[in-house]
């Protein structure tokens, strides 16, 4: 049923008092509604700034709150030139589309930019622009599709759907039916017309997160071009909008392309029952959406079929955005250039791109990366699968079959790897998104920091993929769904909290650290530095999160501890391996199939894995030192210098002169495992390495530099080209060139080169200066010259022949050729 505007005043004072908890918008902040929730300005500003976003990154657009159970948002679209193009629903964004480009743009979370998308197979060129009010609470989706030259006739078909979930049912209303109001109230004000519809649909919607809200869809200029009706069905016009309205279960809009298509299966069908040849229906109207059912549910999907150039749009309104802050079908446009030139005017101040990289070509790929990578700002919601009971046997190496138990529901805000490939959160990866993120808006940063570590469970472990719901899962193979807290992940979100920490400067001061005030009177603007700019708050931030750091790195310290005693190794405090490796993969390290020590022994030490506790180690000591807690930093003092001497006494070999691995011979007596590569790099990118000991970083530089080794023109490659194991198997860390790797080499030589100066020759110098400045041109025209071949940044390169490799759109890690390309021409 439908119900008009004066029916939905009737309920809406009814339920007064719900609307008023409801436009305080604090259930973002207590989904349980145990206690009341008393938030700063800054909270408020920022929450409301980032409560909407395409945060459903695995499609090419969805938009949704974050809000666990709420109203979910998409787009999809075909070609119905032929019959064939229903076949090629775009809905999900999928690695093997075939897309010349589908990114981001031009994009900030708190206010909205614009999407590119190239279709090769619908020929057409879509442009989605996504803009948000003022107060955050409502938004606007502009979308334009233009013809391929050769192809200025294509007819396409775009869906939108929306629909509304609760986590728990609403009051009963009088006048609405239970199953209604159980979840919410999300109906289509317009009268129904089996015809279609000419002009605005309209929807109303009332639910207990969101208050009052309105939707409106639009069939945009009248320049728009509708399919001629060769077909006299007037239930198939083509140049009518069409909708259906079905009722769904938490937990299913995802599936909106599925239900779509069962529904347009059922309309062919029927009209295959009603017409003897259903092949004489051109596909512009055989593939037209009719509501058979004559339903009124909470999923709505409306159907729109244009020819040539057009644009239409859907704005959403919350009952408590201000009138003059509503987005409007006259105002959307202005809007849409007000973000537009406002994030490129951010992108400029934040990131001022150093020679010779100052050119316009590559202002416009860095705005893309940035952009990008903001654009797979994520929330999901949901339960996970985790296998808690299955031990690992130590001295097996074989690979398990885990049997996951379903955990939650919980809730994570992240960035994400690759929206094709790897649409959810990476533990391993998120630190180093979470590098560029810094110098944009380091509040965001710390937001999602947040959200990593409010995930932390008794035991200080944190999964290390994060697949929390069903269509987080529907985009998982069922093998690596399930997760286990004997399996660990490098910690760079810590390393990434060190760098705020330890560039605080010494002069910070936190001021009445008893009794933190709340920052007041900020406006949208200061958002973005907030906490850098407020040390009490930035204090506040760091004691609320410090129980979850400490217990998150004594497990680290705990479950990964090497063996010492039991192998003549007496004395080592600090000595670590990754548990769960196998005799091919240690997925725990990240470095997936980089060669370990054979035959594989209980008695192997890692180096790479006793690198990243030094890093957490330091994020310790520097969250101790601003906290006060003097013997937890005294602790971590002695844990660090540990480390250090423990990096040389036990991984470097002095016949090799690099770091390596360690493990056993027959005799069990203590043996180095050198495959040289970025296991070897890790004391020197991690920073591990006394400023002191010049002859180690001058071998470290000499290893970097050699072609025979790991140099080449495209940058440093993961395994030495001189390894018995290059180039084998797998050969995913056994060759490739990965940016987050080559990004911390190139930190360290900056590092090294200034703070190892006065113990350093001129010729050691120069080596670093002409290591630093060749490796930094050589990767960002390689990334460069790849995008520009191909319309995307990838997830690793050749080292051979520089050519792009592995998930495609991989705004993660390879977005640090940001922070490259402003990094110091020389140095």
């Known amino acids: 049923m439908w119900f008009n505007t004066s029916r939905l005043l009737s309920t809406v004072l009814l339920l007064l008092p719900l609307l008023v908890h409801a436009s305080k918008f604090d259930i973002y902040n207590d989904f349980d509604d145990q206690e009341e929730v008393s938030v700063g300005e800054y909270e408020r500003l920022s929450g409301d700034s980032l409560l909407w976003g395409p945060y459903r990154s695995s499609l090419y657009f969805g938009v949704r709150p974050r809000i666990p159970r709420s109203l979910l948002s998409g787009l999809m679209w075909f070609n119905v030139d032929s019959y ?73 078909s775009f869906v939108w759907y929306s629909g509304l979930e609760t986590d728990k049912p609403m009051e009963p209303v009088p006048g609405i039916d239970a199953d209604d109001s159980e979840n919410g109230y999300f109906t289509m ?83 295959s029952e009603r017409y003897s040849d259903v092949n004489d229906i051109p596909p512009q109207q055989a593939f037209i959406l009719r509501d058979l059912s004559k339903f009124s549910g909470n999923l709505h999907i409306v159907q729109k079929i244009y020819e040539g150039s057009c644009e239409f749009d859907v704005i959403y309104n ?72 299955t031990i690992f046997d130590e001295e097996s190496f074989e690979e398990y079959e885990l049997n996951g138990s379903v955990e939650g529901p919980d809730e994570l805000f992240t960035l994400v790897p690759s929206r094709p490939f790897f649409p959810r959160g990476f533990y391993w990866d998120e630190g180093f998104h979470l590098l560029p993120l810094l110098k944009y808006d380091s509040d965001l940063a710390l937001e999602i920091i947040k959200s990593w570590f409010e995930r932390v469970d008794e035991n200080g472990w944190i999964a290390r993929e994060q697949i929390l719901g069903p269509e987080s899962r529907s985009r998982v193979p069922e093998k690596f769904q399930t997760q286990s807290p004997e399996i660990v992940n490098p910690p760079t979100i810590m390393m990434a909290l060190s760098y705020i ?104 030490l890692n180096v790479d894995l006793l690198s990243w506790v030094g890093v957490m180690t330091k994020s310790m000591k520097s969250m101790a030192k601003i906290l006060g807690e003097n013997e937890d930093l005294a602790d971590f003092e002695k ?61 470290i530089v000499d290893m970097l530099k050699d072609p025979e080794q790991l140099w080449s023109p495209y940058g440093i490659r993961s395994l030495s080209k001189s390894d018995e194991k290059y180039r084998t198997a797998e050969n995913y860390w056994r060759s490739p060139i990965w940016l987050n790797i080559n990004y911390l080499v190139l930190e360290a030589l900056v590092h090294y ?34 995008w520009d071949k191909t319309g995307f940044v ?29 990094m110091p021409t020389d140095i």
């Not at 879509?126 to 606007?140: A, L």
């Not at 200029?221 to 016009?237: G, I, Q, V, Y």
């Not at 000595?575 to 035959?599: E, V």
Request: proline residues 4%.
């Open 84 to 156: 064939q193009g229903v076949g090629q629903v775009r809905h999900f964004y999928e690695q093997f589309d075939n897309m010349k480009k589908a990114n981001w743009v031009n994009y900030n979370p708190r206010y909205g930019g614009r999407q590119i998308i190239e279709d090769n197979d619908c020929h057409v060129r879509i442009i989605i622009d996504f803009v948000k009010s003022n107060d955050g609470k409502s938004w606007g989706v502009k979308i334009k599709s233009k013809p391929h030259k050769g192809y200025e006739n294509t007819k396409i």
């Open 189 to 271: 004000e317009t009268p129904k017309d089996i015809h279609g519809y000419s002009g605005i649909m309209k929807f109303a919607g009332l639910s207990e997160s969101l208050g009052l809200f309105e939707m409106e869809v639009n069939d945009g200029p009248k320049s728009n071009k509708h399919p001629e009706r060769l077909f006299l069905d007037p239930e198939l016009d083509p140049a009518k909008s069409h909708h259906i309205s079905l009722r769904i279960p938490n937990d299913n809009i995802w599936r909106a392309k599925d239900i779509f298509m069962t529904v347009i299966q059922d309309c062919i069908k029927d009209l």
């Open 318 to 389: 919350n009952a408590v955005t201000p009138q003059h802050d509503k987005i409007t079908f006259e105002n959307i446009a202005t809007k849409i250039t007000t973000v537009l030139e406002s994030n490129n005017q951010k992108f400029k101040t934040h990131f001022p791109l150093v020679q010779p990289f100052h050119q316009i070509k590559y202002q416009k790929f860095a705005k893309e990366m940035l952009s990008g990578l903001l654009g797979g700002l994520s929330y999901s919601y949901g339960d996970q699968l985790v296998d808690r009971d």
């Open 501 to 604: 920490l330890e560039n605080l400067g010494t002069d910070v001061e936190f001021g009445d650290l008893e009794e933190p005030k709340e920052v007041k009177e900020y406006s949208n603007d200061a958002l973005g530095s907030i906490y850098l700019d407020n040390p009490t708050l930035l204090f506040n931030y760091t004691k609320e999160l410090y129980p979850k750091f400490k217990s998150h790195f004594e497990m680290f310290r705990r479950t990964q501890k090497g063996y010492v005693e039991d192998f003549d190794r007496d004395g080592i405090s600090e000595a670590y391996r990754w548990r769960g490796r196998t005799i091919t993969h240690c997925l725990a390290s990240g470095l997936d199939d980089y060669p370990r020590p054979l035959p594989a022994d209980i008695a192997e």
């Open 639 to 699: 844990i660090e210098e540990e480390i250090i001497e423990n990096l040389e006494s036990i991984h470097w070999s002095e016949n090799e002169k690099t770091y390596c691995d360690v493990s056993v011979d027959e005799n069990d007596e203590n043996m180095h495992y050198c495959f040289k590569g970025y296991i070897s790099l890790f004391p020197f990118i991690t920073k591990l390495i006394p400023t002191t000991q010049v002859d180690k970083i001058e071998h």
């Open 753 to 786: 080169k200034q703070e190892s100066a006065p113990h350093m020759s001129s010729d050691v110098a120069e080596k670093l200066a002409l290591a630093y400045s060749e490796l930094r041109v050589n990767l960002v025209e390689n990334v460069y010259s790849q």
């Open 794 to 822: 990838w997830e690793q390169y050749d080292d051979i022949t520089g050519e792009a490799k592995g998930a495609k759109n991989f705004l993660g890690w390879t977005s640090t050729v940001l922070l490259i390309m402003k």
